[in-house]
């Protein structure tokens, strides 16, 4: 390939993608129908100038038709009259306006096929430009849709969808790890009510074998008909309660371990 070659290319292709860009749909479809309708203009003058010219040849046509029975009354007359050479003369008048009525008769039979197919070409137009008006009218709807489209995917894509979804996302999180602190709070709670009221039931049993215990330790009265023992020395007395004590204590460290 050569160099003019592919620089023809590369120019045609540039100069058809400004073409395509610059084409508007909505205004290349006005500009189609505006020549369509100048054609229709045309079409119908034409049309109008084809029937004026049949018309003038049907009346040439008939205008020689009628000469060729003008001519053809005379010579009959004249032969009538006797005059054989004037009868002549008319059958050669009237041979001329066969002859011309014969042509004017060709062109009118060619007129007349024009004029049809003229006609039909006419109705075909107007048909079409009828049709294309209500194609515009749609594929206007359609380019409207179309841009309105387009913009909304543009918003669409102009969103940030991803920032967006990942914030509803922390929000979420962050519900969820409240929702779990309200129910530990709520669980433990329980639980502190729950070692509260255990705590009140050891020291209700403390205090009952606190009292069993001085209870225990107090001296018991003397009953008045109880035998009187002999009076021991003090010394043996305090021995014996030491003993006493620290038999308690004892019990009362057994106790408490065993708790």
């Not at 229709?40 to 009346?59: D, F, P, S, Y």
């Not at 062109?107 to 075909?124: A, F, M, Y």
């Not at 009952?208 to 001085?214: D, V």
């Not at 021991?232 to 004892?250: G, I, M, R, W, Y």
Request: no cysteine; charged share 30%.
């Amino acid at each position: 390939m050569g160099l003019f070659d592919r620089i023809r290319r590369v120019i045609s292709a540039n100069l058809n993608d400004m073409v395509s860009k610059a084409e508007d749909p909505e205004k290349m479809l006005e500009q189609a129908i505006l020549e369509m309708q100048e054609d229709l203009v045309q079409l119908r003058q034409g049309v109008a100038q084809a029937i004026a010219a049949q018309k003038r040849t049907e009346k040439q046509y008939n205008d020689a038709q009628n000469e060729i029975n003008k001519w053809q009354r005379n010579a009959q007359l004249a032969l009538q009259k006797g005059d054989e050479n004037l009868a002549r003369q008319a059958l050669e008048r009237k041979k001329t306006f066969t002859e011309s009525a014969a042509a004017l008769k060709a062109s009118l039979e060619q007129q007349t096929v024009q004029v049809e197919s003229l006609k039909r070409n006419l109705i075909q137009l107007e048909s079409k430009i009828a049709e294309a008006k209500t194609k515009k009218e749609m594929l206007k709807a359609r380019i409207t849709a179309a841009k309105a489209q387009e913009q909304l995917q543009g918003m669409v894509r102009g969103m940030n969808t991803s920032g967006a979804m990942a914030a509803f996302e922390r929000m979420e999180e962050k519900v969820l790890m409240q929702e779990a602190r309200a129910q530990s709070a709520a669980e433990l709670a329980g639980t502190d009510l729950e070692q509260q009221f255990a705590a009140l039931e050891a020291s209700s049993d403390i205090d009952e074998e606190l009292a069993a215990l001085k209870a225990q330790m107090s001296l018991p009265a003397s009953k008045p008909n109880q035998q009187q023992l002999p009076p021991e020395s003090s010394t043996s007395k305090s021995h014996q309660q030491s003993e006493v004590v620290d038999s308690e204590l004892e019990s009362l460290r057994k106790q408490l371990d065993q708790m």
